[in-house]
Each structure stands twice: as C-alpha cells, then as structure tokens.
C-alpha cells in the first residue's frame, strides 16, 4: 500500500491553486480565474482565537500526537467498520493535498496511507506550519477553500477584522461546510 506514495517530500505538493486576476492596463481588476476560490494566509494574520477554535473543533489532541490519534473518534470508527473522515488535522491536510485524488475512498488501505503520511510529515513541520496549511486548503462550502476566503465569502471582511463570533463561526464551518454554512 505505500509502494506508490506520492511524493510527500515536497513542499510543492503541500501549496495549493489560487485565483488567477486579469488586469487591465491601469491595474483594475476585470475577472478572476480559479479551480479552487482561496487566498492563502500566514499565521500573523490570524488571530489566536481561530487557531485555538480550529484545534478544539477539529483535533483537540492535535498539539500532543505525531499525526495520527488512535483515540479519535473518526479512528474508532474506521475501525469499527465506519467512517467519520480523516482522524486529525494532518491526516485530513495530507487527504486533501498528496491523496487528494484518493480522498473520498473508504478504504483500510487510504487510511493507512494518509497515517503514514501524516507521521512524516510531522516530522518535516512544526505543528503551527501544518494548522496553517490546513487553514489554507481546507473546505468552507459554496466553492470557498481557505479561513481568508471564508471570511470575505460569507462576511464581507479580511479575517483579522472579524469579529470574536464570526471567526468562532469560522472555526466550526469545515467540520461540516453544508450544516453549518451561516446561510443555510
């Protein structure tokens, strides 16, 4: 199962696709082009709430474990014959990115490869390099890709100007983009 990994070495296997913006000849902007709508973000841009938020929400062992958590609720039940989605924020950054073309089979044989996955690329960045690319690719709904994107989509702003709900809201949104969409 691991003969034909990608290669997870590369930081470029990591970086995602952002918009393209045609120009006019004054530097107006006339259209946007994209496959996936996001605006990759450092981690100086976002506030300390979001980063808590997301961690609570999505992996609250995230500081403590090495990419995979045999304890997490999605590993219990892959385990058990389920399926809950990837366990914790590296394996769902890896599913996303490297196994992207893989990410929506429920197979013993994908979790093992995003484990395997996620345990390497633990060892090639810190934990605040991963929350930030997870926070980059992950998914809001409606097309929307990246906590930038989300807070200009849903409410009008950058996300250093969101309020302390809003950016909770934020935090929430990927753990069910279609339940929790603040239009829905």
């Known amino acids: 199962w691991l003969s034909d990994l990608p290669d997870y070495t590369d930081a470029n296997a990591y970086l995602v696709s952002e918009p393209t913006e045609i120009v006019d000849c004054n530097g107006n902007k006339i259209a ?8 990759s973000i450092t981690k100086d841009e976002v506030s300390p709430y979001v980063l808590q938020g997301t961690v609570d929400v999505e992996d609250e062992r995230f500081y403590e474990h090495g990419g995979i958590d045999p304890w997490a609720r999605a590993a219990v039940a892959t385990l058990g014959g389920g399926h809950e989605g990837a366990s914790t924020i590296t394996q769902q950054l890896v599913r996303n990115t490297i196994l992207q073309e893989e990410q929506f089979d429920s197979t013993i044989e994908r979790k093992v490869r995003e484990a395997y996955i996620a345990i390497k690329m633990e060892d090639m960045y810190s ?35 969101c309020t302390l709900g809003e950016m909770a809201m934020l935090a929430g949104i990927p753990n069910g983009p279609s339940l929790f969409s603040p239009f829905i």
Not at 135 to 160: C, M, P, R, S, W
């Open 127 to 161: 934990k605040d390099e991963i929350l930030m690319m997870y926070l980059n690719t992950i998914y809001y709904g409606h097309g929307v890709y990246g906590i930038q994107k989300a807070a200009a989509f849903f409410f009008g702003k950058e996300l250093d100007d």
């Open 32 to 39: 946007s082009f994209y496959t996936q709508n996001r605006k």
